[in-house]
């Protein structure tokens, strides 16, 4: 499967830095690229359960592709949402549920940054992705 536009330079951002200083100055500035989520989207409905910090997480349904927003009160976290919605953008049902997130953070050089509770995080946001594209 070929990698959406977003997570091709996303990969190639990674690739260039140095060291976990720069990674983690870079993993803000995609955090800021998150287009920030309308009051009304920062429900109880649109909450990810299972995450530390308060995650919300919208789907819309274009043709048979998903595209997905989202938003965090955790800095960290929202850079890690931008690079996971930069991979999973506008990707089918049957691609996202293919997608190995460990190894896409491993591409980024990131998977040894990933605590235990942002990793458990990270998947409750995929698995409120694949709740969402099951939903009628």
Known sequence: MSLPVSAQEALSSFAETKGWEQRARLLMQW?????????????????VHGCESRVWLVAKRVGDHWQFRASSDA????GLLALLLARVQ????????GLDLREWFTQLGLERQLSPSRSNGLHAVLQRMAELIRQP
């Open 90 to 97: 506008d990707l089918t049902a049957e691609q996202l549920a």
């Open 75 to 78: 800095r960290v976290l929202r």
């Open 31 to 47: 955090g800021e690229r998150l287009q920030p989520l309308d009051e009304a989207d920062q429900c109880e409905a649109n909450r």
